[in-house]
């Protein structure tokens, strides 16, 4: 394997990270922004005391990625921001309100009106931001972004707003709010909390799994490259394996094995977005830029290999940490 | 508006405001660990309220920081792709460090505000520092970018305008680097301690009477601003002298020299007026500039006559903002000397001495004065730059997007951050209005 493939699989599994961990978090959000009746404060405090101490290192992920994909792969970096110049200013609008609200909701003020204005605008950018960033990975899936020379095609700037990107943009609203249901029925101390994060769990579970299949359909009619090798080796074994987790997680959804349930979960999310990058090889963005055409030099690549290790060795045993303080034992925490 | 124009106002908005919450997030944490070792060591409750109450303050602007820093991470490629598509893999390896120390900034951060009950004392003081060590280490490795865009190392400019002979690790061996990551690392310091300090005397002249919690916050935040204060003139110097050998059009820029001489004046404040070529209304004094640059009376300091007129970086506001900057150290050094005087005078008595009214109305000027001196500084070393955006390499005009409607990312932009700094001042003006009395969370 290459050192750029090496480097491209680790934002892969960056992406993973932060779908599995900062996907909650935002599902969390949308949760918040979706609860009503007299459990409705009930299920607000819980949220926040989940996702409280930990949002702000599950974020880092993003920028994670982000920093590797311009150090590692700048050309691609450079064409994926003026093509998707609209969607990631929004996704940026959506990251600063998330997080401004949040904290401003936390610390800012006692006064429950103020706190519910806060809410809204936590919860409304909470589901918009994962929209907009299922949007960018369905449009660079897609072939509508299209180089010209060094000059990214002027038709690249729409790409976005054809279905299928629309498609994965939905498809990655409902996975936040499925990952962070599923969390919460674990989480949560209060047994009528539990029961309905599990019944969001399992409305979710549906309404995901139904939009899942459209999004393969649709693929078939758009994006016939990624549908070719979505349903070839070696992504076609990811997609299986993902398929067959999604019966076991509804089952154990139902008898209530939770800690099951967070595992089989979080693992169709890996599977999925997995499938999805092994169909993608060996394009960054789909047709004009590879990771071999886009990879920066030998040096850049080495150094930053270089940092992974001694980066994750701090990384690591201080996340441990995190999450064995606020996320250990099940209902504990 | 050209997108050039509507890019360089966007970018210029997103940093400005990121780095009032990064230096926040950097410098508070050193004032907070102060604090709880008092706490700690001491069992002084007041030292526990301040600690707190900068713990909340610190999880606000921290979060804010990093949400702003993430936007900048992406509109360095949005308005500026050229110049990434260029730079990114020469500047990138800081940057995947940089995401790592503040990876390690968020958990810690996470440990701290969520662990008063969860963790040991000590541990959850050693949290802290975690805290404060990686919120500096990111900042200096941040700088390691700018470093490189004023200095740029590693590479020759091939025949297609691409870097060739790419060394990645120069760029962490650049020289310019120390000198401005210590620089802009005190500037935190001094501009928090000063806000922090000022607040602290509002409070204490507003009230008539002094309650013990405002003069331990008080000295707490005077002893961080001060030692800052102290060295930020030496890292300064450092600075110029390294801009009179390697980036001499910004040195003439920031004191106004449109002539090549030697026993070159220092100009204190004055109006360059470019047309004329000439800096009018200021306070010269003779040969100092020379003496500055080079440690001799005699040293020759290029003008602006030396350098293509299209090279000259805007020299109005180079010079301006320089002005600023010194101007506002030496109000804060001088306000330093006098509470740490009236301090010493009556020293058997520690912090609990009654402050002259008169020096309390001088804190409270300072208390935004470090703030000012720091975004000021940032404007002198990037427009003094111009204008290129890789000094003598690329051209900051070169380097924008070919989108043509960044003009309206730029009112999206600039309503979301005025709105939300109209928030952030009046939240800050309720935190320092109220006693640190309560629990961060409940």
Known sequence: MSLAALLAFVMLASLIAYAILGGADFGAGIWDLLSRGPRGPAHRRELARAIGPVWEANHVWLIFLIVLLFTCFPSAYATASIALFWPLHLVLVGIVLRGTAFVFRAYASASAGVQAAWGHVFGASSAMTPVLLGICLGAVSTGGIRTDGSLVAPASGLAWTSRFPLATGILALLICAYLAAVYLAWESRDAALKEDFRARAIGCWLVAGAMSILVLLLAYADAPRLWSRLTSPPAVAFIAGGALLAPASFASLWRRRYGLARVLGAAQVGALLLGWGGAQWPFLIYPDITIAGAAAPQSTLMLTAATLPIGFAALVPSLWLLFSVFKGKGGEA | ?442
């Open chain 2, 1 to 442: 508006m050209t997108s050039l124009t509507a890019a360089r106002i966007q970018m210029e908005l997103s940093l400005g405001f990121h780095m009032i919450f990064a230096a926040i997030g950097i410098a508070m944490p050193a004032m907070m660990l102060i604090a709880e070792h008092r706490w700690i060591r001491y069992r002084d409750a007041d030292a526990l309220a301040l600690a707190r109450m900068w713990a909340r303050l610190t999880a606000v602007t921290f979060a804010i920081g990093a949400v702003s820093g993430t936007a900048l991470s992406f509109e360095l490629g949005l308005l500026w792709p050229r110049f990434m598509a260029f730079a990114g893999p020469l500047i990138g390896p800081a940057f995947a460090l940089e995401g790592f120390a503040f990876f390690v900034e968020a958990i810690f951060l996470g440990l701290y505000l969520y662990g008063w009950e969860r963790l040991s004392p000590r541990r959850h003081w050693l949290c802290g520092w975690a805290v404060a060590v990686s919120g500096v280490l990111s900042g200096i490795l941040v700088l390691a970018t700018n470093a490189w865009m004023q200095h740029p190392v590693g590479f020759r400019v091939g025949p297609d305008g691409q870097p060739v002979d790419v060394d990645a690790f120069a760029v962490l061996l650049n020289p310019a680097w120390p000198a401005m990551a210590l620089h802009s690392t005190l500037s935190t310091y001094q501009a928090v301690g000063f806000a922090a300090a000022g607040t602290y005397a509002w409070a204490m002249w507003r009230r008539r009477q002094t309650d013990r919690y405002s003069r331990l916050g008080l000295a707490i935040a005077m002893a961080v601003a001060t030692g800052a204060a102290i060295l930020q003139p030496i890292s300064g110097d450092l600075l110029a002298k390294r801009a009179h050998v390697h980036q001499p059009a910004k040195l003439a820029a920031m004191e106004g020299q449109f002539q090549t001489e030697r026993r070159a004046p220092l100009r204190i404040g004055g109006i360059p007026d470019v047309d004329r070529r000439e800096t009018r209304y200021a306070i010269e004094i003779p040969a100092a500039l020379s003496f500055l640059a080079a440690s001799d009376l005699d040293t020759e300091v290029l003008g602006l006559d030396r350098f293509p007129r299209e090279d000259w970086p805007p020299v109005l506001v180079t010079h301006l903002a320089f002005q600023i900057m010194v101007g506002a150290a030496m109000a804060m050094l001088v306000v330093a000397a006098w509470y740490w005087l009236t301090r010493w005078r009556a020293r058997p008595r520690g912090i609990d001495i009654p402050l002259p009214r008169p020096l309390l109305a001088s804190l409270v000027v300072c208390a935004p004065l470090g703030f000012v001196a720091l975004e000021a500084g940032w404007v002198v070393t990037e427009v003094g730059r111009q204008p290129w955006v890789i000094y003598n390499v690329m051209r900051t005009a070169d380097a924008a997007t070919p989108v043509t409607d960044v003009w309206r990312s730029l009112v999206l932009f600039g309503t979301l951050y005025a709105g939300l700094l109209v928030l952030l001042g009046f939240f800050l003006w309720k935190l320092a209005t109220e006693r640190g009395s309560t629990p961060e969370h409940s």
